[in-house]
């Protein structure tokens, strides 16, 4: 096997950000970041706790309330996220090669990831600009206007998969709106959020405007959720975390944004551009490892050509390449963790008593180390088995067939997520009637997903609540206080002025 791929200056120990200096946690506490190709330690990062909680959200609420930053104008923060956005794009190659030794992500889709980082502060910056808001005559009596005021300090906590890009995704409209930050970065690949530090100081993002706390979810995370002065939480995670964090954030009614879990539904009907819907459902499951929550993870078939997809999809899926991360020909990499591993792996041995196993099914051949799962397909998976019900995050996929309209619409509804949904179809009014019925917060007709930054992005029911997107991220961190303003007398009843006996 190649020899392991180790980037120049890896740093050993990673710190929290705390007003503006790199800082170790207050009682000394790490914990070890593993590489996904050796599963050795490569480092120790600052295990964050209560206190460093603490003193990360009182920088940020010490920049809110006195510093510049809210203060600024529109034009004047856009300046600065644009110099962010062009150093993140100055870094790609730098961000793409920790990102693939933290998180296992093949160079190629890592490479990706740096600029569509760059892009959210981009597009963030020219939406802030043109923001504006209503104002509103009743003609005689009233002007009202909406006064738009960032909320506070924002507290961010997001996953490992494509870790510096999410994090983006609420760094981008968190600062572009006013509002100071909290990041919490996902324990598995703390590596690139240290970033940031430098990108923002050297951009001229004011210190204590950017905080970065790493640590568990369960201790650095948790303190960051109950904190009193937190008003705001972003989170992007698992359905089952994001449970937890609105019963901990009820206490002080904090605003809360939940991107979640999903099972997404690949809808593939007799009439589709089978060869587009098999390169698109192929991409769609397996790019970035298949750890991706927008995956079309259940594809669903036509019966009239499901033999024929089943076996030209899965001779492909056996062709994947699978194989060291930083090798630019790999096209599925390693997984983030053991953990996660050894979960991806339960499922796929679930499956082989589930559905009929096409391809993959363990390790790839020759690669006995390292968290390698090859691409692997069932096919016949009934609807009540448990991969088609559960995320499984990883490179499985579970095709099942379907008679008419009404029952791929049965199958693509019957579970408890509801994130995306992608249809193949050449027949309009099907393809429009299937997308407003689907249970999905986004469909993609006849591609795979490929996101317009000015729509809106989240899901439904377990998938998540509260949709980001264009004005959406704004209008979450930010309040719109209404002023009213009278223009002539008003009636008012006159309380208590009658005589008195
Ligand atoms: P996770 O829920 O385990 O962790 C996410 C973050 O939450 C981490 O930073 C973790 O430390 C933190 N956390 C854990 N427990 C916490 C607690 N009690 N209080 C506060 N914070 C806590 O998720 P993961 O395994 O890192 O990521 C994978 C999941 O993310 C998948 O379910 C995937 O579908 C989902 N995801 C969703 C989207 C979306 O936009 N809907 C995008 C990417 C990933």
Redesign the pocket.
């Known amino acids: 096997m190649a020899e392991h791929y180790l980037p120049e200056n890896l740093p050993t120990h990673i710190q929290h950000y705390i007003d503006g200096k790199f800082v170790d946690s207050v009682g000394g506490e790490t914990f070890d970041v593993l590489d996904p190709v050796s599963n050795g330690n490569y480092a120790t990062a600052a295990a964050g706790q209560k206190a460093d909680i603490d003193l990360a959200v009182a920088a940020a609420t010490k920049a809110f309330t006195d510093g510049p930053w809210p203060r600024m104008k529109p034009r004047e923060r856009a300046r600065v996220l644009n110099r962010i956005a062009d150093a993140v794009e100055a870094q790609e190659g730098r961000l793409a090669e920790l990102e693939t030794f933290d998180s296992g992500l093949p160079i190629t889709q890592a490479r990706g990831q740096a600029l569509r980082a760059a892009e959210n502060f981009r597009f963030f910056a020219d939406l802030i600009v043109a923001q504006f808001d209503d104002a509103m005559k009743v003609p005689g009596a009233q002007i009202n206007y909406v006064n738009r005021k960032p909320i506070g300090v924002a507290g961010l906590?997001?996953?490992?998969?494509t870790p510096f890009m999410?994090e983006s995704w609420k760094l981008a409209p968190a600062l572009a709106s006013g509002c100071t930050v909290v990041l919490?970065?996902?324990?598995f690949t703390p590596l690139s959020a240290s970033l940031w530090a430098t990108i923002f100081e050297d951009a001229g993002l004011p210190h204590g405007v950017f905080n970065l706390v790493n640590g568990?979810?369960?201790a650095a995370?948790?303190a960051l959720?109950k904190h009193p002065d937190v008003p705001l939480i972003s989170?992007?995670?698992?359905?089952t975390?994001g449970q937890?964090?609105f019963r901990?954030a009820a206490t002080s009614l904090k605003g809360l944004s939940m991107?979640?879990?999903?099972k997404s539904p690949c809808v593939v009907f007799a009439d589709a551009d089978l060869d587009a819907a098999i390169d698109s459902a192929l991409f769609g499951v397996f790019s970035l490892n298949g750890e991706r929550?927008t995956a079309g993870s259940r594809i669903l078939v036509e019966r009239s050509v499901y033999d024929e997809f089943c076996e030209k999809y899965a001779a492909r899926a056996r062709n994947i390449v699978v194989g060291d991360p930083h090798d630019p020909k790999t096209e599925v990499g390693a997984l983030v963790h053991p953990e996660h591993y050894n979960k991806v792996m339960s499922y796929v041995e679930i499956g082989k008593s589930e559905g009929r196993l096409l391809a993959g099914g363990g390790r790839p051949e020759g690669l006995d180390t390292g968290n390698y799962v090859a691409p692997t397909v069932f096919a016949d998976v009934k609807p009540d088995a448990r991969i088609f019900q559960e995320?499984i995050?990883g490179p499985v996929v579970a095709i099942t067939p379907f008679e008419n309209d009404d029952e791929a619409l049965a199958l693509a509804n019957g579970v408890k997520y509801g994130?995306a949904a992608y249809i193949w179809t050449q027949n309009l009014t099907r393809a429009h009637n299937f997308a407003q019925n689907v249970e999905a917060g986004m469909v993609w007709l006849n591609s795979h997903n490929v996101r317009d930054l000015r729509t809106p992005f989240g899901?439904v029911k377990a998938?998540?609540l509260g949709h980001e997107g264009g004005f959406r991220s704004i209008d979450f961190y930010t309040d719109q206080q209404a002023v009213h303003i009278t223009l002539g007398t008003v009636h008012t009843p006159k309380f208590g002025a009658s005589a008195v006996n």
């Open positions: 906590i997001t996953p490992w998969n999410l919490k970065p996902a324990e568990l979810g369960e995370g948790d959720v989170f992007t995670g698992e359905t975390t937890t964090i901990n991107e979640l879990g999903g929550c995320e995050f994130l899901g998938s998540g």
